[in-house]
């Protein structure tokens, strides 16, 4: 007798992504397809690890949609159980996990304030703290289902998660926190730096850690059970697309992404179940604007109306980009521009005391250092090569004695700063224009 499940996270109902309402609607219509494949699937029980909101005060359509959805799987009698993550969490008493657990929709696990005593809860005392874990049976076994919503890593640093999970038979934990280990194997454009824990961090005896959180699919063993992350249902920006272009001077590079879905878990071994969402493309090009045009124009063809497409120019001289507009015809684009400088190559042995006085040498010593404040010295020197070029550049018509001119010169010179240096270094960009 093996138990069955399904393991989903990151659902963000009423994420109006890009403040594009229709974008709610299809986050939501994900989470549905998601849930009646679950009940096709014949599953026992269903895991939400956190996220099923974008809000932790959803609005009142959002709480109607995911009631909708949620009475799909009670009407077969099928219970899911669901922890807060960090988007939904609240820390006020209620919650809309609770309205919907009320609703009997969900059972929520992790700390608690109450006790709940049921068909699929209990509670329990560890070190001071209520408890709340699922349990399942199936003929003559149990499942212990335990979780918490996300804790951010300052509490980490204050508590152990073994502390307070210690299963006594077989048993699940669910978890919405980011684990260093996915972050270093993934090296994640976006929430790359989403961790809290590590693998050591996680308590032994679970056989499946159902995880949440992080948006893309992961999966390690920790002792005899396995680590998973399912990923989010859908697309959740530009870094998570499901093609990627990238620019190598003679023609683009094609790089496939990760498809969106869920878990479905049998004897404690995750299957992936790939849902239809919506493509994201991502393309990135160092051009001019002719060849930026031809390129653009031919890889278009390739892309799907429906796309949500974002295009990265690099330029070192700005050209128009509206042309962008007309070649792809698709649902969403988003053109981000960059400016580089052109390369100049380097002189080998090329020595900076060359071409540059020693005057010179000192200033841009000086600009260089990474924390630039030394304003008033450089001031000075300017001045200093300033008065050095004027006086040269001068007809001598008087020449005094060796000590009077070397006095004279430095007093003149005292003046002159006094008079011309700017009273506030901000002053400083005007003063040097005149």
Do not use: C
């Amino acid at each position: 007798m093996t138990f069955k499940f399904a393991h989903i996270a990151d659902v963000h109902l009423g994420f109006e992504q890009y403040r594009l309402p229709y974008r709610a609607e299809e986050f939501k219509k994900a989470f549905e397809v998601a849930i009646k494949k679950a009940v096709e699937e014949k599953v026992d029980f269903i895991l939400i690890a956190g996220d099923l909101f974008h809000r932790s005060n959803p609005s009142p359509q959002t709480i109607k949609e995911a009631i909708d959805i949620l009475s799909i799987p009670k009407k077969e009698g099928i219970p899911v159980f669901a922890i807060e993550g960090n988007h939904d969490r609240t820390q006020k008493r209620i919650s809309a996990y609770n309205l919907l657990e009320s609703l009997r929709l969900m059972h929520v696990l992790g700390f608690s304030e109450e006790k709940k005593e049921n068909e699929y809860q209990t509670t329990e005392k560890v070190n001071g703290k209520l408890i709340t874990k699922g349990v399942f049976e199936k003929g003559n076994k149990t499942l212990e289902i335990y979780g918490m919503k996300f804790m951010s890593a300052a509490w980490f640093e204050r508590n152990k998660l073994s502390d307070y999970f210690r299963p006594s038979g077989d048993a699940v934990l669910m978890l919405h926190q980011g684990i260093k280990e996915m972050m270093d194997s993934l090296r994640l454009e976006t929430q790359r730096d989403y961790f809290e824990i590590t693998l050591e961090d996680l308590p032994e005896g679970f056989l499946y850690y159902a995880m949440g959180h992080i948006h893309k699919r992961w999966q390690t063993n920790k002792g005899l059970g396995i680590v998973a992350y399912p990923g989010s249902l859908e697309r959740w920006d530009f870094g998570d697309y499901e093609m990627r272009y990238r620019w190598k001077g003679d023609a683009f590079v094609p790089q496939a992404g990760e498809d969106k879905g869920f878990l479905i878990v049998e004897d404690f071994k995750p299957r992936f179940v790939k849902l239809d969402v919506r493509p994201f493309y991502d393309i990135k090009i160092k051009a001019d604007e002719v060849s930026a045009k031809k390129e653009l124009k031919k890889l278009s063809t390739k892309i799907p109306g429906e796309a949500f497409v974002r295009v990265d120019i690099e330029w070192e001289r700005p050209f128009d980009v509206s042309f962008l507009h007309e070649i792809f015809n698709v649902k969403y684009l988003h053109i981000r521009t960059k400016f580089k400088r052109p390369s100049r190559g380097s002189v080998e042995g090329a020595d900076a005391k060359k071409f540059f006085n020693p005057l010179e040498l000192k200033i841009l010593e000086l600009v260089g250092e990474k924390e630039f404040e030394a304003v008033d010295e450089v001031i000075e020197l300017l001045l200093k090569g300033s008065l050095e070029k004027e006086d040269n550049g001068k007809e001598e018509t008087y020449k005094p004695k060796k000590e009077e001119s070397k006095h004279k010169t430095k007093k003149e010179e005292s003046k002159k700063v006094q008079k011309l240096q700017p009273k506030k270094k901000a002053d400083l960009l005007s003063w040097l224009k005149g």
